[in-house]
Nanobody
Framework: VQLQASGGGVVQAGSSLRLSCAVS????????MGWLRQAPGKEREFVAA????????YYKDSVKGRFTMSRDNAKNTVYLQMNSLKPEDTAVYYC??????????????????WGQGTLVTVSS
């Protein structure tokens, strides 16, 4: 399985970006998918997850109401719509697959296949 993240960039606070993660090698319907991020000097952290069964989504508290994760099975792509961006959202964003149980989706160590990351920089 290969994942290719894109859509990052430099934006001002309050702006929006949509990240995309194109998956090849296997249908995304086989996976629970996640977005994770790593800010400079910080550990990688969970941002959002989308379960393959039922399509339910889960978010880090600080992005709830601002970020929306979705998928397009026909395009084998997952998205992260990010609105009202804040400087603290600055990070490299990664998409990844997981097979963990629900209680484990918040732990980056439970993600298996990772994309290369796309940089999001939010200026104040």
């Amino acid at each position: 399985v290969q994942l290719q993240a894109s859509g990052g960039g430099v934006v001002q606070a309050g702006s929006s970006l949509r990240l995309s993660c194109a998956v090849s090698g296997r249908p995304i319907s086989h996976y629970d998918m996640g977005w994770l991020r790593q800010a400079p000097g910080k550990e990688r952290e969970f941002v959002a997850a989308l379960r393959r069964s039922g399509g339910r989504t889960y978010y880090k508290d600080s992005v709830k109401g601002r970020f929306t994760m979705s998928r397009d099975n026909a395009k084998n792509t997952v998205y992260l719509q990010m609105n009202s961006l804040k400087p603290e959202d600055t990070a490299v964003y990664y998409c990844a697959t997981t097979t963990t149980v629900l209680s484990g989706i918040g732990d980056p160590h439970n993600y298996n296949y990772w994309g290369q990351g796309t940089l999001v920089t939010v200026s104040s």
